[in-house]
Every structure is written in structure tokens, then in C-alpha cells.
């Protein structure tokens, strides 16, 4: 029986990414997006819904249930990010970034590690970013410290909480990824001098990144920073 994963935010960017490393790893997929299509193919799924709604997550898991009887890994990959200073942001910026970056995380993953309990063990991998730990006055990011902070504290905690049980939790602290969002070439050089390696990050290299800590049994309660080198110094 193939190993099912959840992945939100999975309709572009990153999240695409993983839906398409997850099944060339062989596991059946449910992919939850705002925008969506339904799809036929027997290993993937789609849940189309807002994640910070308590509703969708309750549909993806379903979905996991009904069609593959069980999950294996949640990738908190949905999130949202807006910059601008501290005192330009609106209490809808703040609602909005709450909403999606803690909210929906609170809500399917409080759904999907019962079900991982019952079959002693699973792994959840949470999207942060390197901004927490290496801020830039170039690139003013407070809520997205914030709340992806909080997702970066949170992964220590529940992997220590849930360690005995074979649950493990790791987390991915993102540079400057290309996609969509990122979508004007023109701007490439500005932000590959933001990393030490000097380039953008590439989709694949966030796949290959939380691929290994799939396949690392021996790793919980780690954020592996896939930004090159942005953490660690300029």
C-alpha cells in the first residue's frame, strides 16, 4: 500500500513541486489549493478550499480516508506573505496572514496526527522562512516572522511531544524561492544578493530538501534551512 502525503498550498510554486517529487516517490497525494481542478488520477487527489477554514481541513482529511484509508505526512507548505513596515500593515494584512500561516496550520494538523497515532507514526513538515532567524531592513517582514516564526517554535514542540509515539515534526526555513511569486526576471539579481551563494533558490531544491527529511528516520524536531546560506551570515 502506497504511503499518502498532504500537502496545502499545492496548487503552484512549491507546493506543485511537491506534489509531483511526493508521487515520483510513489506516495498518493491529496492536494489542498483556493484553486484547484478535480482530477481523475488514481494517486492524486484535490481538495479545493480556503485552508485557514476550519471546513477544508476536515475535507482533506476525509479525502485521505475515503480514498487511501490513511495518512502518512502533512506539508504545511500554504502561506502567505506580505511586506511592508511594521506600522503600514492593516488589521486585514494581519487577519489574512494569521489566517492562513497559524489558523490553517492548527487546523489540519490537529486532524491529520491522530490519524498518523493510530499507525504509530507519521511526519509533518512545516514551510518557514530564513527571515525569522536572519532579518533584513531591506526586506521589513514582521508578520511573516511572526506567525512563520511561530511555526518554527511550534515544530520543536509537538516533535518532543509526540517523539515516543513515532510521530516525527521537522521544518524547511526558505530563502528567496523562484516562483510565480517571484515572477519578473528583473528583480532576480536583487534578490539573489540576499544569499550568501548568490542566486535564487529553485522549486527543486525545496523538493530535494524535504524528500531527505522524509526519508531521514532519525531526524525530528530539526528546520533545515534550504536558503542559500541566508541564516547563517553575510
Do not use: C, W
Request: proline share 3%; hydrophobic share 40%.
Amino acid at each position: 500500500m502506497s504511503k499518502v502525503v498532504i500537502i496545502t498550498g499545492a496548487s503552484r510554486g512549491i507546493g506543485a513541486g511537491l506534489v509531483t517529487g511526493y508521487r515520483q516517490a510513489g506516495y498518493a497525494v491529496v492536494g489542498v489549493a483556493k484553486s484547484t481542478l478535480p482530477s481523475d488520477e488514481p494517486d492524486y487527489v484535490a481538495v479545493q478550499g480556503d485552508i485557514s477554514e476550519e471546513g477544508t481541513a476536515q475535507r482533506a482529511v476525509d479525502q485521505a480516508l475515503d480514498r487511501f484509508g490513511r495518512v502518512d505526512t502533512l506539508i504545511n507548505n500554504a502561506g502567505i506573505y506580505i511586506g511592508k513596515p511594521f506600522t503600514d500593515y492593516t488589521l486585514d494584512d494581519y487577519r489574512a496572514v494569521v489566517a492562513v500561516n497559524l489558523t490553517g496550520f492548527f487546523h489540519i494538523t490537529q486532524r491529520a496526527i491522530p490519524l498518523m497515532l493510530k499507525q504509530d507514526g507519521g511526519h509533518i513538515v512545516n514551510v518557514s522562512t530564513s527571515l525569522v532567524e536572519r532579518a533584513d531592513s531591506k526586506s521589513p517582514s514582521a508578520l511573516a516572522s511572526l506567525t512563520k516564526g511561530g511555526l518554527s517554535a511550534v515544530t520543536r514542540s509537538l516533535a518532543i511531544e509526540y517523539a515516543s509515539r513515532g510521530l516525527r515534526v521537522n521544518a524547511v526555513s526558505l530563502g528567496v524561492i523562484k516562483t510565480p511569486m517571484h515572477g519578473d526576471p528583473a528583480s532576480y539579481a536583487e534578490l539573489a544578493s540576499m544569499h550568501p551563494l548568490g542566486r535564487m533558490g529553485e522549486i527543486a531544491d525545496v523538493v530535494r530538501g524535504i524528500l531527505y527529511l522524509e526519508q531521514a528516520t532519525f531526524v525530528t524536531g530539526e528546520t533545515l534551512h534550504i536558503d542559500g546560506g541566508q541564516a547563517a551570515g553575510h
